[in-house]
C-alpha cells in the first residue's frame, strides 16, 4: 500500500521554479476568447496570476493593484490571465467591477491551479501564486502569499523584447574612412 503512494507522489505536479518550463495550457476567459499559454509567450512574458477567491479582500487588492498597474506591465510587453477556481459568471461580475482590461480565467475544477500545483489541500482553490513566464515558456520569477499581491517583481522580470538584430551597414566599396596615423614614440 506504501509503494503506490510514494509512486503517485513522486510523479505528481511541483510548482514551477524560476528557469524551469511552465506547464502549458488552452484555456478560455469568462468571455469565451482562447489563450494558449504557449503562443502568448512568442508575443511576450506571461503574468499567470493565481488567487483563491473573487470579491475577497486579498484577492481585490491584488487585482486591483494589477489594474492600476497595467500601464506598466504593457510597456514591459508583458500580458495578464488572472486564475481562479470561481465559476465564469463570478469572475466577470468581478472583472467588469474591478474594470480588469485582462482576461480572467475560470478554473473551476482546478485544470490549471492543479498543473502548476498550487491548489489548497482539500479545496478546490487556489493559493495566491503568480509566475511570469517567458519565451519557450521558461518560468522567470515566482512570487507567492502577500508578495503576489504587489505586481512590481513581476513587471519588473518581465523582459523587454530586442527587435531582430539587424545586420551591420558595410561601407560601400571607395568610401573607406581614412586611418589616423599614429603619433610617433618617443
Wanted: include cysteine; proline fraction near 10%.
Amino acid at each position: 500500500m506504501l509503494i503506490p503512494l510514494l509512486v503517485v507522489g513522486l510523479v505528481s505536479a511541483a510548482i514551477p521554479q524560476v528557469g524551469e518550463t511552465a506547464p502549458d495550457f488552452t484555456v478560455k476567459d469568462t468571455g469565451g476568447t482562447t489563450y494558449t499559454l504557449s503562443e502568448m509567450v512568442k508575443k511576450g512574458p506571461v503574468i499567470v496570476a493565481f488567487f483563491p477567491k473573487a470579491f475577497t479582500g486579498g484577492c481585490t487588492r491584488q487585482l486591483t493593484a494589477y489594474t492600476s498597474r497595467y500601464k506598466d506591465i504593457e510597456q514591459a510587453q508583458g500580458q495578464v490571465l488572472a486564475f481562479s477556481t470561481d465559476d465564469a459568471e463570478t469572475l466577470a461580475r468581478f472583472k467588469k467591477e474591478l474594470k480588469a482590461p485582462f482576461p480572467f480565467i475560470p478554473d473551476p475544477e482546478g485544470k490549471v491551479v492543479s498543473a502548476y500545483d498550487v491548489k489548497m489541500p482539500v479545496l478546490t482553490v487556489s493559493k495566491r501564486y503568480t509566475f511570469v513566464v517567458g519565451e519557450d515558456r521558461k518560468v522567470l520569477k515566482v512570487d507567492e502569499g502577500k508578495d503576489a499581491i504587489d505586481p512590481t517583481g513581476a513587471i519588473v522580470a518581465c523582459p523587454l523584447r530586442k527587435p531582430a538584430a539587424a545586420k551591420p551597414a558595410t561601407a560601400p566599396a571607395g568610401n573607406t574612412p581614412p586611418i589616423k596615423p599614429e603619433a610617433p614614440s618617443k
